[in-house]
């Protein structure tokens, strides 16, 4: 049985593949927060751009989503 993933392009163009979630979440190195991602397309990547407008470094974020930004646009949908 083959596990489902999302594909994302990095800040640089690269490929990220992560397994998938309804609920994506990404780690930026320099703020050191985990965000929420936009979901991917399902005909192909897209940027891994945060709901607070910031491109990520990896993909899944390392734990809950502690974003500030990012938490306050959750608590808006």
Same mark, same amino acid.
């Given at each position: 049985?083959?596990?489902?993933?999302?594909?994302?392009? &990095?800040?640089?163009?690269?490929? #990220?593949?992560? $397994?998938?979630?309804?609920? @994506?979440?990404?780690?930026?190195?320099? &703020?050191?927060?985990?965000?929420? #991602?936009?979901? $991917?397309?399902?005909?192909? @990547?897209?940027?891994?751009?945060?709901?607070?407008?910031?491109?990520?470094?990896?993909?899944?974020?390392?734990?809950?989503?502690?974003?500030?930004?990012?938490?306050?646009?959750?608590?808006?949908?």
């Amino acid at each position: 049985m083959s596990e489902r993933t999302s594909q994302w392009y &990095d800040h640089m163009g690269n490929i #990220l593949t992560a $397994p998938y979630s309804d609920e @994506p979440t990404g780690w930026r190195r320099d &703020d050191r927060f985990t965000h929420r #991602l936009m979901k $991917p397309s399902t005909s192909g @990547p897209v940027q891994a751009i945060t709901w607070c407008g910031l491109r990520v470094h990896e993909i899944p974020g390392r734990g809950e989503i502690d974003c500030p930004k990012c938490l306050e646009a959750i608590r808006e949908e």
